[in-house]
């Protein structure tokens, strides 16, 4: 496969030296294979040691680089010596690295293409009470959302709120979850004043469940939460390419099957769901937007979808794609696809899951013939997003990436999840 794109000023029709970061994500794994497929020469960048991509043969190099998060300079540094001792033609960030890249994306620029946006967008759609000011303004539909930065206003908000229902509280930057504070259910609905949280935070509360603040300076006007409406109903999750307000390429799937009650999903099945495309369409082309983006919804059982958070990055609705030609054409030649009014969409049998946290989740229903049933029906032909045959190495690299993860998080005292993305991640600074 060639393709028709603009690089430096000068139209190319040729395979592309494409630079991925963010080695360490299946959904990268994910791309660099459909990549390959399609013809283009691959490389990645990652500053984890043992990372998936590294052990791919889609991948025909890959290059450590510093941790971004501690060394941006040293960061942007590697990329672009790298992107212009590699003739890079296009650099497409990943996970959420991609802050770090737009802070240099001006001089990355000099040399190729990046697909990324200003950072000043990037930031608010990422910070998760400036993305429902912003929704709100275009007239898209989101849950009442109140940006807690102290823990008097936390105290009395959660006291003012008690009376106004139930109220999901997280901080405005984060990522799969990790520190999310759920109505804590019960056989009639939720129970006012308990709350279900991660593991790790336990700690923060004594063993209590009630909804104490963060300690320390986990809750500053640098480092707020949100208290957000609760909102019943099933959750659905979007991943988009637009181009200049237009959307190229949408996959929509249910959030069925999670890492824990509010976790990342682990299987994905395409979903046509035209509410949350309107959404996204009014939300791309309102905010003249190219690039990738994500967004979790959740639809009430009247069929209403509200956005509750907004990712403008990669996300796993990648793995809908297939082969993945189609998605190629709208990552790097998006103009093309906005000219011919054409829209990349899945299968309609795409299917795909994560393997190892999936059977985690059929362990954990096991008990519940019911729910072991829905589940056994999800896994039936789904692919693993990791395994691929002809490159099973990356399939074999997890144990390794794990054992990794688990000693930083017990040096750092974060959890598992945390640790995954400790130097990679942006949290406003």
């Not at 206003?153 to 959660?158: N, V, Y």
């Not at 109505?183 to 593991?199: E, V």
């Not at 190229?248 to 249910?254: G, I, K, L, M, R």
Request: net charge positive; with cysteine; aromatic share 8%.
């Amino acid at each position: 496969m060639t393709i028709d794109i603009a690089v430096q000023g000068h139209m190319r029709s040729t395979p592309l030296r494409v630079l991925l970061t963010g080695g360490r994500a299946p959904v990268t794994l994910d791309l660099a294979r459909m990549l390959k497929r399609t013809g283009h020469k691959v490389y990645v960048a990652e500053s984890m040691k043992h990372h998936l991509c590294s052990a791919s043969s889609a991948v025909d190099r890959c290059f450590a680089v510093p941790p971004p998060r501690q060394e941006r300079a040293a960061y942007l540094e590697a990329l672009e010596s790298l992107v212009k001792f590699h003739q890079i033609d296009v650099l497409i960030p990943m996970c959420e690295e991609i802050f770090h890249v737009a802070r240099g994306a001006e001089r990355l620029r000099e040399h190729c293409r990046v697909l990324a946006p200003a950072m000043e967008q990037l930031h608010r759609m990422h910070h998760k009470h400036e993305f429902i000011l912003l929704a709100r303004s275009l007239g898209l539909p989101v849950p009442e959302t109140r940006l807690i930065e102290s823990r008097r206003q936390w105290i009395k908000e959660d006291a003012d709120l008690q009376a106004k229902g139930h109220w999901v509280w997280k901080p405005v930057y984060s990522r799969f979850a990790s520190k999310v504070r759920l109505p804590k259910m019960r056989s009639g609905g939720n129970r006012r004043g308990a709350w279900s949280m991660p593991l790790h935070d336990l700690s923060q509360t004594r063993h209590s469940y009630r909804n104490e603040p963060p300690e320390g300076d986990r809750l500053s006007p640098a480092s707020p939460w949100v208290a957000q409406s609760y909102i019943e109903g099933r959750g659905v999750c979007t991943y988009s390419i637009a181009h200049e307000g237009l959307v190229v390429a949408h996959a929509a799937y249910e959030n069925r099957f999670r890492t824990g009650r509010a976790g990342a999903s682990v299987h994905f099945e395409h979903l046509e769901h035209e509410q949350a495309l309107r959404w996204v369409r009014r939300f791309v082309e309102g905010t003249n937007y190219s690039g990738q983006i994500s967004f979790d919804f959740m639809e009430t059982p009247d069929g209403q979808v509200f956005a509750i958070e907004c990712n403008p990055r990669a996300t796993s609705g990648i793995h809908l794609f297939g082969s993945g030609e189609e998605l190629v054409s709208a990552l790097l030649a998006p103009e093309r696809l906005a000219s011919e009014g054409r829209m990349a969409v899945p299968g309609p049998d795409a299917k795909a899951m994560l393997l190892l946290p999936m059977l985690g989740v059929g362990l954990k229903y096991a008990c519940t013939p019911s729910r072991l049933r829905k589940w056994a029906h999800a896994w039936k032909g789904a692919r693993d997003v990791v395994y691929a045959r002809g490159d099973g190495r990356p399939w074999l690299q997890q144990p390794r990436i794990v054992l990794d993860a688990w000693r930083l998080a017990r040096n750092h005292r974060v959890s598992l999840t945390e640790a995954l993305t400790h130097d990679i991640e942006w949290n406003g600074e």
